[in-house]
Nanobody
Framework: QVQLVESGGGLVQAGDSLRLSCVAS???????MGWFRQAPGKGREFVAA????????YYADSVKGRFTISRDNAKNTVFLQMNSLKPEDTAVYYC?????????????????WGQGTQVTVSS
């Protein structure tokens, strides 16, 4: 069993920064980890992912250049540094573990999810 707990969300103004954390317990060794988000009335969308060794990172076009995903395997923690936040970044942000194989951008390829943390960006 894998448990993922996100933290770091909050209410900020446009242009501000936030750093989200996801602490994992259980089996995450060797797995790619990702961040997704879901805005009110919309589907869950891919934000970023990082492989186990951090040798590869992936980003949605909408966050490229503003968000940075990283991980500290010794602390079983994945981070999402979010800079230059915009009102359209407002959403619940979820951490997830990717199962082996499959498309890193596809929600269906992730088998464990956290409960989410709310990020609200005011204009």
């Amino acid at each position: 069993q894998v448990q993922l707990v996100e933290s770091g969300g909050g209410l900020v103004q446009a242009g501000d920064s936030l750093r989200l954390s996801c602490v994992a317990s259980g089996r995450t060794f060797g797995y790619t980890m990702g961040w997704f988000r879901q805005a009110p009335g919309k589907g869950r969308e891919f934000v970023a992912a990082v492989t186990w060794s951090s040798s590869n990172t992936y980003y949605a076009d909408s966050v490229k250049g503003r968000f940075t995903i990283s991980r500290d395997n010794a602390k079983n923690t994945v981070f999402l540094q979010m800079n230059s936040l915009k009102p359209e970044d407002t959403a619940v942000y979820y951490c997830a573990r990717k199962s082996s194989g499959g498309n890193v951008y596809d929600t269906k390829e992730y088998d464990y999810w956290g409960q989410g943390t709310q990020v609200t960006v005011s204009s």
